[in-house]
């Protein structure tokens, strides 16, 4: 956004395919994590769980065992990611703002 010309030499099809895998790669280890956690756990009773959707805090809850660690885990991951995010776009947002404001014409700001 901030070097329109130069898109096409920044954004590479090596660049967007590293991009691609980054994300992959981050979403197959947070996966990993969560299910390694999640069998480390013991279960006994009634192993029922009354939702369509099997998902990680429904089967953490049919737990004997305690789930302090896993969820310590679960926060401190959701944490990284979010604020990773959160800085990766602030950032963006700033060079935006900063190149917008460089601009001397009204007309190119616009």
């Given amino acids: 956004i901030c070097s329109p010309l130069h898109y096409t030499n920044i954004m590479s099809k090596r ?3 590293q991009l691609t895998a980054g994300t992959w790669l981050t979403g197959v280890i947070n996966s990993m994590v969560h299910t390694s956690m999640t069998f480390t756990l ?3 009773g009634p192993n029922k769980i009354s939702q369509y959707y099997c998902d990680i805090l429904p ?3 049919l737990s004997c065992s305690s789930t302090y660690f896993p969820e310590l885990v679960r926060l401190l991951i959701a944490g990284i990611l979010g604020g990773g995010a959160f800085l990766i776009t602030l950032i963006s947002y700033i060079y935006i703002l900063s190149t917008i404001l460089r601009m001397h014409s009204v007309e190119g700001r616009h």
Avoid: D, K, L
């Fill in 59 to 61: 089967v953490r809850a």
């Fill in 42 to 44: 013991s279960f006994c």
């Fill in 15 to 17: 660049g967007c395919a």
